[in-house]
């Protein structure tokens, strides 16, 4: 565990040097504060608005940053050679790749939680001084999405170079972001919809399970019981995400560098 939180370390200080990171996590928070300026409408529209604008700015900066992150974590590596210098040493393959994802995953963790923070403070301010725990969720389940996401660009970037990566893992997130419409697809009697669906309904990863956004501004279309529910997502971002990166550790491990 030391090397890999070793090269984590390392991993982290590399990625918050990133210009492009920061612009990111900058265009996140602005878009979240543009919240108050929608102060025009009634009470109901423009706390719906803050909320809904809130969790997108937080998602679409969260999707960015989590893709050019780590679509370079290992193919600079090989391109500078520098991962000789690193495998010359007493460290495994695996080590390598699991401290490089724990890197990645760590610094998708600290830009989620700061606009997070400053999500949940404006709404703090705006909503007369209270926590809104289901917009807290919201952005819990945001970073297991972004979790998910991330093993699968560790797992193309052992395949592909980071061009190729980075339209994968989009198309894949967009894609799994359909999976109530792949849903449907499951049912569909024609042969060749229905065999789609269930490829992408049950082989992709479910990321619109994740996106409760509509259900979490509007209580009347509420989950029937959304600790279970956050649960649920929590373990099959986990287990999804395991199953991910032990196949990219043999991909790894196979590969010629």
């Not at 890197?103 to 949940?120: K, Y």
Request: overall charge positive; aromatic content about 14%; hydrophobic content about 55%.
């Amino acid at each position: 565990m030391g090397v890999i939180y070793a090269i984590a370390r390392q991993t982290v200080r590399e990625a918050l040097r990133r210009k492009i990171m920061w612009i990111f996590l900058v265009i996140g928070v602005f878009l979240i504060s543009l919240g108050p300026v929608f102060g025009f409408l009634s009470p109901k529209d423009s706390q719906t608005v803050l909320r809904s604008l809130g969790l997108a700015a937080i998602l679409l900066a969260g999707l960015f940053i989590t893709i050019v992150t780590c679509i370079y974590l290992i193919p600079v590596e090989i391109e500078r050679r520098t991962i000789y210098t690193v495998l010359s040493k007493p460290v495994q393959r695996y080590e390598f790749l699991l401290g490089k994802f724990l890197g990645g995953f760590f610094t998708v963790f600290i830009n989620i939680a700061a606009m997070g923070v400053v999500f949940l403070a404006m709404l703090y301010f705006q909503e007369g001084h209270h926590i809104a725990p289901e917009m807290a969720r919201g952005v819990m389940l945001t970073f297991f999405q972004m979790l998910l996401l991330a093993a699968i660009t560790i797992f193309f970037s052992t395949i592909t170079t980071p061009v190729v990566n980075f339209f994968l893992s989009f198309g894949v997130f967009l894609v799994g972001n359909l999976s109530s419409v792949t849903d449907t697809l499951t049912t569909s009697h024609n042969k060749i919809a229905h065999g789609v669906g269930q490829f992408i309904y049950y082989i992709l990863p479910q990321f619109g399970n994740f996106n409760v956004q509509n259900r979490l501004i509007h209580p009347d279309e509420s989950i029937v019981n959304m600790n279970v529910y956050i649960i649920h997502n929590i373990f099959y971002s986990l287990a999804y995400s395991a199953v991910v990166l032990a196949v990219a550790i043999i991909l790894f491990d196979r590969r010629e560098v």
